[in-house]
């Protein structure tokens, strides 16, 4: 069964940083792109970034851009979200995403992202 | 970047009924278009991909159409577990982009 678990989530203040991991199981995690989703509570879904199964390929949202970083170590299984310079519209529950060439196929559970003094 | 439309905003229909959603795109898109249903307190589930094809487990009710910047998303006899919250996506270009919604609601 795939598996995506995400963590690393909690209250951080404005300025701050945080980590999120993402660790994939039930398949070959090195064979497959990667992304960040994110969705703030009752609102729509936004792409954070993502990363190619090499990654050779990253990309980020306008809205991260210069203040998030995404890296994966296919040897563990992992993918990561590194956060910079939080603000309070960074708030949200990410989500990793499996992705098939064709859509994203899996999804975890999310992470809640919660920046605030 | 390119924007995706979803319309309507909130779609009420009976159960027993088709319902139709629509999305836009504000370019072509080819045919690199999904559809994800999301229910209240779960992440998005893939249904569509490739415009046209029904991912693993879904069921034949559920059909889309189009591409290029035109798609639709076709559910011909809605049953209780259908009614979500409905997302497209664009996966064509990178920044990767989705729409803001449908609720399909009961009515």
């Given at each position: ?5 995400e963590s690393?989530?909690?209250?951080v ?11 994939g199981s039930?398949?070959?995690f ?13 609102k ?7 990363i190619s199964?090499?990654s ?7 809205s991260?851009k210069?203040?998030?970083?995404i890296?994966?170590?296919n040897?563990?299984n992992?993918l ?5 310079s ?7 529950l ?12 899996s ?5 809640l ?5 | 970047?390119i924007?995706?439309?979803q319309?309507?905003?909130t779609?009420?229909?009976s159960?027993g009924?088709?319902a139709t ?5 504000s370019q072509?898109?080819?045919?690199n ?9 779960q992440?998005p589930r893939?249904v ?5 094809s029904?991912a693993?487990g ?7 159409r ?15 577990e259908d009614?979500a919250?409905?997302?497209?996506q664009q996966y064509?270009?990178?920044p990767i ?9 009961i009515k």
């Amino acid at each position: 069964e795939v598996q995506l678990v995400e963590s690393g989530g909690g209250l951080v203040q404005p300025g701050r940083s945080l980590r999120l991991s993402c660790a994939g199981s039930g398949f070959t995690f090195a064979d497959y792109a990667v992304h960040w989703v994110r969705q703030t509570p009752g609102k729509g879904l936004e792409w954070v970034g993502g990363i190619s199964w090499n990654s050779v390929s990253i990309g980020y949202a306008d809205s991260v851009k210069g203040r998030f970083s995404i890296s994966r170590d296919n040897a563990k299984n992992s993918l990561y979200l590194q956060m910079n310079s939080l603000r309070a519209e960074d708030s949200a529950l990410y989500y990793c995403a499996k992705d098939i060439y064709n859509g994203f196929e899996s999804w975890g559970q999310g992470t809640l992202v919660t920046v605030s003094s | 970047e390119i924007v995706m439309t979803q319309f309507p905003a909130t779609l009420s229909v009976s159960p027993g009924e088709r319902a139709t959603l629509s999305c836009r795109a504000s370019q072509s898109v080819s045919s690199n278009l999904a559809w994800y249903q999301q229910k209240r307190g779960q992440a998005p589930r893939l249904v569509i991909y490739g415009a046209s094809s029904r991912a693993t487990g879904v069921p034949a009710r559920f059909s889309g159409r189009g591409s290029g910047t035109e798609f639709t998303l076709t559910i011909s006899s809605l049953q209780s577990e259908d009614f979500a919250v409905y997302y497209c996506q664009q996966y064509n270009y990178w920044p990767i982009t989705f729409g803001q919604g449908t609720r399909l609601e009961i009515k």
